[in-house]
């Protein structure tokens, strides 16, 4: 909020547009609640002024909660009977017999079994309890009884633990615990009727299961004494002797090969030197020949001969008889030669090639004897090594179906143990006994419930009626809601101490007064707002009669004249004169009759103190709006505001009457008075934008009649004010008795 300044402080503006913004954009204003959110200040003005409502609220809930409470407890309390039941793990939950269940396994198991308690089965169980047939519920209940027994009883699991408990919530303490126990036993005998039809159920597919298998596992052993005769104890050691006897046929083989390649060149060899006469020069031949005796002896005798022949052709001469008697005998021995040659060459011929030819059937004849045995080795070592794997994979599959007999052996015991084993069972560990207090109400859940109530009622009322009330109640709503500038506040008479007969009249009959003090913050505050050339003539509006704007016109006035300025007043409400009414000695004619040309304005013009003059409105014309929109009004206003250092028009209000918006765009500037408590944002929104279309200058609000709380920030604006007033009093009393003295 804005201050109220005394004489030496220096009023400001409230935050928002300047005044040429205001004037320059008109769309601007269209959005003033732009920042109509609560703030916490807000909020704590909000609470400051309905505290009282917030408190009666509260003191009305906890009332109403403390009746109920003691009334409820009186005649219709509520008691709570309970069992506790414990849910037993099954070794089936865990992984493995020798594990322990988690704390999520437990948890979930818990609630899975608070989910049961309401189902059918237990229910109509429980209806079939004898004592449960004697009680008031069932007479009570007779109707539906399935519904009102799935309502009124209730399950939840303990947390951190594996129990639940089955509750029931009535105003017979003596009947709740016999429906509680009937369902809990009833539930008892359900669970472990379910247990044992589900370990009943899960044993006969495991038999049959374990049937299959056994035959499949007879089948598989038949089939390996098919791979595996008797006869042959180890697969294995007969694999490896396969294959070190067919690697070996393999290397004779390939031996065999190569000699039938090498038998098959020399006898093909042969064939061709035979074909062209030169087998006999081969080596073979010549070996045959050189191995006969008989040639050999005529050979040695030839060598012989010849040699005697040199040694007689040396000593005897070419002619003598010995001589040629050894030449003769030398053809002799060597026609035998050939003779012997000639029969030793067809013999050698025959069995040369009749050897080539035996030597190449042998090796034919090997290597087809051995590529027999080799077909033979490899035929057995591959029917061998299918029997091995044939065998592995029957072997790989007994041992599989072997290992599943076993799981499935190891199941049905543990089914088998658990058909007589507790695990996996719902006990009662306490049943419900008759309460002796009531559980509800509880004065330590009632009184915090009404009190919260009582607070949430209170600050919602208070806000409500905030939110409904749009009226503009302080400063902070101009400048936060409207996005205007704030030009002043004048107080409520009703709260400030002087008694005041006349507020138009304020500044003139007590000029030391708060109200007068705001009526200088106001001139103070247009003072800096801008030059004082652009401000000579102002208009001052409202958008409603009744909101002060004769007052704060007046009063403007004379503020500004006690200021050493001179200021005419012009009364220009033709329908509601006011200047004339204060002033008697105001002359009778007026701004109407300056206008249409009767007087001048010089001779209807009242000085009723020293600066401050006055001009009434005159007879009300037939054309009032007609007439303050004429040339001759733009005149008057311009030699009105060269003769004045200040002109104020008093308008009427904006959304009556036409004259003070046609007024509006011939003045410097427009003051718009508003009524605190009184004039909504909506209708002082209509009254801005309908100035602000027509080009008005609004130079800012003035806040009439702004009413303070206790405690409140204008409350202490106040007293310090009149504090400051006395202790000024004071000091100005003490030299006046020491010039007594």
Same mark, same amino acid.
């Given at each position: ?9 220096v009023?400001?503006?409230?935050r928002?547009?300047?005044?040429g913004?205001?004037?320059t ?5 269209a ?5 109509a ?6 909020i $704590?003005?909000?609470?400051r002024?309905r ?17 109920i409470?003691?009334?409820w407890?009186a ?14 793990p099954?070794?089936?939950?865990y992984?493995s017999p =020798? ?5 999520d396994?437990?948890?979930?198991? $818990?609630?899975?079994? $608070?989910?049961?308690v ?25 109707g539906?009884?399935m519904?009102?027994?799935e ?5 939840s699991?303990i947390?951190?633990t594996n129990?639940?408990?089955?509750s029931?919530?009535?105003?017979d303490?003596?009947?709740?615990p ?14 472990r ?6 370990y ?5 597919p495991? =038999? ?9 596992l007879?089948?598989i052993?038949?089939s390996?004494?098919l ?5 042959i ?10 294959? $070190? ?5 393999a290397?004779?083989?390939m ?26 020069? =081969?080596?073979?031949v ?13 050979r ?6 010849v ?9 005897l001469?070419p002619?003598?008889?010995k001589?040629?008697?050894l ?7 060597r026609?035998?030669?050939?003779k012997?040659?000639?029969?030793l060459?067809?013999?050698l011929?025959?069995a040369?090639?009749?050897?080539h ?9 090997q ?10 080795a490899n035929t ?7 029997n ?5 994979q ?5 041992k ?9 052996e190891?199941r ?12 996996g ?22 009184m ?9 009622l ?12 749009t ?6 709503d !101009?400048?936060?809601?409207m ?12 709260d400030i101490?002087?008694d005041i007969e006349?507020?138009r009249l ?7 007064s708060?109200?007068?003090?705001s ?11 801008g ?5 000579? +003539?102002?208009l ?28 005419l ?14 002033f008697?000695?105001a ?6 009759n ?31 709006a007609?007439?303050l929109? +004429? ?21 009427a209000?904006?959304?009556?009457v ?12 427009? !003051?718009l008075?508003?009524?605190a ?17 027509v ?6 609000v003035?806040?009439?009649g702004v ?9 202490k ?8 007033h006395?202790? +000024? ?11 007594a003295?």
């Amino acid at each position: 909020m804005s201050t109220l300044p005394t004489r030496d402080q220096v009023p400001q503006l409230a935050r928002g547009p300047k005044p040429g913004a205001l004037a320059t954009s008109p769309g601007a204003m269209a959005g003033g609640t732009a920042g109509a959110g609560l703030t916490g200040k807000d909020i $704590v003005r909000i609470f400051r002024k309905r505290i009282w409502l917030i408190i009666l609220a509260f003191a009305i809930c906890l009332a109403v909660a403390a009746t109920i409470t003691v009334l409820w407890n009186a005649y219709a309390p509520w008691y709570t009977a309970r069992a506790f039941l414990e849910i037993v793990p099954s070794r089936n939950t865990y992984l493995s017999p =020798s594990s322990e269940p988690n704390n999520d396994l437990v948890r979930r198991l $818990v609630q899975s079994h $608070v989910q049961m308690v309401k189902s059918d089965s237990v229910l109509n169980q429980a209806l079939q309890d004898v004592d449960l047939k004697q009680t008031r519920w069932w007479q009570k209940n007779q109707g539906n009884l399935m519904s009102s027994l799935e309502k009124d009883i209730g399950a939840s699991g303990i947390p951190n633990t594996n129990l639940m408990a089955v509750s029931m919530v009535g105003t017979d303490k003596k009947d709740i615990p016999e429906v509680v126990n009937a369902v809990a036993k009833a539930f008892v005998a359900e669970s472990r009727k379910n247990t044992q039809s589900e370990y009943m159920a899960d044993t006969k597919p495991l =038999s049959d299961e374990l049937n299959r298998l056994q035959l499949k596992l007879a089948d598989i052993r038949n089939s390996m004494k098919l791979v595996r005769p008797e006869d042959i104890p180890n697969v294995d050691s007969v694999r490896n002797v396969l294959s $070190v006897k067919v690697q070996a046929l393999a290397k004779q083989l390939m031996d065999l090969e190569f000699a039938e390649a090498a038998a098959r060149s020399a006898y093909e060899v042969a064939q061709q030197q035979q074909a062209q006469g030169t087998l006999a020069e =081969s080596a073979a031949v010549q070996q045959g020949l050189d191995a006969d005796p008989i040639l050999q002896s005529l050979r040695s005798h030839e060598v012989n001969l010849v040699s005697e022949r040199q040694s007689a052709l040396q000593k005897l001469g070419p002619e003598h008889r010995k001589l040629k008697d050894l030449e003769s005998r030398i053809a002799t021995v060597r026609n035998d030669i050939a003779k012997r040659e000639e029969t030793l060459l067809q013999g050698l011929l025959g069995a040369v090639m009749s050897q080539h030819e035996g030597m190449l059937n042998n090796i034919i004849a090997q290597l087809q004897e051995v590529q027999a045995k080799y077909s033979e080795a490899n035929t057995r070592l591959r029917e061998v090594q299918t029997n091995l794997a044939e065998m592995e994979q029957l072997a790989s599959q007994e041992k599989i179906v072997i290992e599943r007999i076993k799981r499935i052996e190891n199941r049905l015991m543990e089914l088998t143990m658990l058909t007589s084993d507790e695990r996996g069972m719902v006990h009662i560990r306490q049943l419900a006994v008759e309460p002796r207090q009531p559980s509800m109400p509880k004065w330590t859940i009632t009184m915090p419930v009404g009190a919260f109530l009582g607070l949430i009622l209170g600050f919602g009322l208070a806000f409500l009626l905030e939110l409904i009330d749009t009226s503009i109640k302080g400063p902070s709503d !101009i400048s936060r809601r409207m996005d205007m500038p704030l030009l002043g506040i004048v107080p409520h008479a009703d709260d400030i101490d002087e008694d005041i007969e006349d507020l138009r009249l304020t500044f003139q009959t007590d000029p030391n007064s708060l109200i007068s003090e705001s009526f200088r913050q106001i001139r103070t505050t247009l003072l800096f707002s801008g030059p004082a050339s652009q401000r000579r +003539s102002l208009l001052v509006t409202s958008a409603l009669p009744e909101e002060g704007r004769g007052t704060v016109a007046l009063n403007l006035a004379a503020s500004v004249a006690r200021g050493g300025r001179s200021v005419l007043l012009v009364d220009a409400n033709f329908r509601q004169p006011m200047v004339r009414e204060l002033f008697k000695q105001a002359p009778a004619a007026g701004l109407s009759n300056a206008l249409v040309g009767e007087s001048h304005w010089q001779d209807i013009v009242c000085e009723v103190e020293p600066n401050l003059h006055v001009m009434s409105s005159g007879p009300l014309p037939p054309n009032p709006a007609e007439l303050l929109g +004429s040339d001759q009004m733009r005149q008057l206003i311009s030699e009105l505001s060269g003769q004045y250092d200040q002109v104020i028009f008093d308008g009427a209000p904006c959304l009556v009457v036409t004259d003070p918006v046609i007024l509006s765009t011939m003045v410097d500037g427009v !003051i718009l008075v508003v009524r605190a408590g009184v004039i909504t944002y909506g209708i002082v929104q209509r009254t801005r934008d309908l100035l602000m279309r027509v080009g008005a200058h609004m130079l800012g609000v003035v806040l009439n009649g702004v009413r303070v709380t206790a405690g409140g920030y204008l409350r202490k604006n106040y007293d310090t004010f009149y504090d400051y007033h006395e202790q +000024s009093q004071l000091t100005a009393e003490r030299p006046a008795e020491v010039a007594a003295k």
